[in-house]
Antibody
Framework: EVQLVESGGGLIKPGRSLRLSCTGS????????MSWFRQAPGKGLEWVGFIRNNAYGGTTEYAASVKGRFTISRDDSKTIAYLQTNSLKTEDTAVYYCSAGTTGWYSDYWGQGTLVTVSS | DIQMTQSPSTLSASVGDRVTITCRASQSISDWLAWYQQKPGKAPTLLIY???TLGSGVPSRFSGSGSGTEFTLIISSLQPDDFATYYCQQYNTYPLTFGGGTKVDI
């Protein structure tokens, strides 16, 4: 059974940093691109970014709203993808989902999400 | 950025109804479109990719069509498990963008 489990969310003050983790199991993690999305309370889905698998160089793409502040990385030996979030703003408050897809263009598998609340 | 517009934003329907949701792109995206279903408090699940290809394990009552700028998601006979919010997402160009969602309720 495919599973993606996010962790690391919580309440954090503006300007601080937080690292989210996404642990995958039940599929060949190294073959998949890993993406992050977010959903502000009561709002729709927003793409944050993704990291390609190493066969495609492990390169990354980001939404303009997070570029330069957020960094996606992966450790295939541990089957974990990370989302490092820096200089957090109140508007970054959302449930953050990780997902896996063969290309990163759309997502076959999703985690259950982790809530990040940015507030003073 | 490519803007994705879904209609309607809310749809009231009954079990057994045929339901049609429309998604329009602000520019041509060929058939690089996915549809997701999301239930309250849950993660999205993939229904369709490449505009019309059913995701793994997705019931055949779901179908997708369209290309260019106009796309539709059809549920041929609405089931109780289908009451949810549906999102389209384009992957023709970065940034990947979503429609605003269509909530299907009773």
């Amino acid at each position: 059974e495919v599973q993606l489990v996010e962790s690391g969310g919580g309440l954090i003050k503006p300007g601080r940093s937080l690292r989210l983790s996404c642990t995958g199991s039940g599929f060949n993690f190294g073959d998949y691109a890993m993406s992050w999305f977010r959903q502000a309370p009561g709002k729709g889905l927003e793409w944050v970014g993704f990291i390609r698998n190493n066969a495609y160089g492990g390169t990354t793409e980001y939404a303009a709203s997070v570029k330069g502040r957020f960094t996606i990385s992966r450790d295939d030996s541990k089957t974990i993808a990370y989302l490092q979030t820096n200089s957090l703003k109140t508007e970054d408050t959302a449930v953050y989902y990780c997902s896996a897809g063969t290309t990163g263009w759309y997502s076959d598998y999703w985690g259950q999400g982790t809530l990040v609340t940015v507030s003073s | 950025d490519i803007q994705m517009t879904q209609s309607p934003s809310t749809l009231s329907a009954s079990v057994g109804d045929r339901v049609t949701i429309t998604c329009r792109a602000s520019q041509s995206i060929s058939d690089w479109l996915a549809w997701y279903q999301q239930k309250p408090g849950k993660a999205p699940t993939l229904l369709i990719y490449k505009a019309s290809t059913l995701g793994s394990g997705v019931p055949s009552r779901f179908s997708g069509s369209g290309s260019g700028t106009e796309f539709t998601l059809i549920i041929s006979s609405l089931q109780p498990d289908d009451f949810a919010t549906y999102y389209c997402q384009q992957y023709n160009t970065y940034p990947l963008t979503f429609g605003g969602g269509t909530k299907v309720d009773i």
